[in-house]
């Protein structure tokens, strides 16, 4: 089969020809139709967090959706010819093994999902990663539900998904994103408020904030914004440190925690958000050939949207 290469940081990834690979006992094998690109792919070539990977060389891809084509002896949940998507795990493709930026991958049974019938391919490759990383921080650590206000900072491929899943379940959202290019995709999504700076919104009673953007400033945003016993959400890693003010943390009452990437079952739960069309990725399709140049353009912010390898 074809795969895409990652040897060593700073490399460019390349294109291999390497055997196809074979399920074991409880792994099957699937017949890749669409692999998402993710700022942590980027990460790994750039050295910022090559050590989670497994090994180097490996093929990359973590968000990845298709057919099984082969099944170990003591498989039972899936057969050749079941549509699946496999959730991103440090111990699974793209990671710690041969992931999908390649014609097959090989998955333990115990990481894959099953796909709805009604989501395609391309929406649930980044739902496998990037949509269940944002129901992680709205809904199981954000505990967002119906006739709250919700502060949304960042409306990039998370942010715009965190928005969507908080309207999905009642909520009233108010967007901060100060990248103006950005402003028409917030004004199409319809918020309840818009700004560049998530503190105008003070006066909405913002229950909680999601901070999808992490620069520390907008930490400390959340903080000023958030109303009495509100709650701030803190999943975006753009700097390592913040500054925050523990008087308004302690006098107002704050809880502040913070959200990760995600289990299995919020990966199942946002399938079936989209499935019944709450939610959506917006797409960027490319082909398998692509993979390479659209990396490059994610690492310079070229990309609107959730780059996704399309196989026809």
Known sequence: MKAWQFTGIDEPLRLVDLADPQPGPDEIV?????????HSDVSFVDGTITALLGSVPIVLGHETAGVVSAVGRDVQAFAIGDRVGIPATT????????GGFAEKVRV???????????????Q?????????TAYRAVRTFGH?????NVGIIGFGGLGSLGAQIARAFGAQVYVAEINEAVWPNVQDFGPAGMSADIRDFEDAQLDVIIDFAGFGTTTASAIDAVRHGGRVVQIGMARESATLSMQKI????ITLVGASNGEKSECEA?????????????????????IPEYLDRLRNGQVDGRAVAVTP
Request: aromatic share 4%; hydrophobic share 45%.
């Open 144 to 148: 967002v539900e119906e006739g709250m």
């Open 30 to 38: 699937v017949d890749v139709k669409a692999a998402g690109l993710c």
């Open 270 to 290: 946002v399938l079936d958000l989209i499935a019944q069309d709450k939610i959506s990725s917006r797409i960027v399709r490319i082909t398998f050939e692509q």
């Open 91 to 98: 111990e699974g493709p793209g990671t710690a093994v041969d």
């Open 124 to 132: 649930a490759a980044p739902a496998t990663d990037a949509a269940r």
């Open 250 to 253: 302690i006098l107002k009452e």
């Open 108 to 122: 333990k049974e115990r990481f894959t999902v099953r796909l709805p019938d009604a989501v395609s391919f391309e």
